[in-house]
């Protein structure tokens, strides 16, 4: 699996009234930034991507109860090609608990590693890409 972005992002499920005291505290306590934020509709939530001292978070804020295989995601991977690894994980037999599936701002799918927990696979677009070098995203030394 060739990764796009080195750490993982840590999935982190709020309430949307606990959201903005969150977010606060990421950017504050552990000098923070939102590397962007964008509305997925059909789990009817915000996912803003954090970057800060002690780590990447996912924080997806919603109020509506999520399926089984999106609330026990643990950790989001950013990889170049959501298509090679599930087929490198189809061919070691590992459950795929959902398809490659269009977000706005690329792809996502996601792979059961162990009975009910999840990771998430992101593949961003190319002008995602772009917008994120433009505002000086760190891609941890894996750009090449």
Known sequence: MKLLVKEPFVRVFVARADTAPLLERLLTAFDGRIDFQ?????????????????????????DREQPDFIAKTRGVYIVESIDEVLADARKHGIAIGQDKTPVPIGFQARLEIADGNFLELAEWTD??????????????????
């Open 127 to 144: 002008e995602h890409i772009a917008e994120l070098r433009a505002d000086g995203f760190s891609f941890a030394g894996v750009e090449g």
């Open 38 to 62: 964008f509305d997925h509709a059909p789990s009817e939530s915000t996912v803003y991507a954090v970057t800060c001292r002690i780590g990447r978070f996912s924080v997806t804020s919603t």
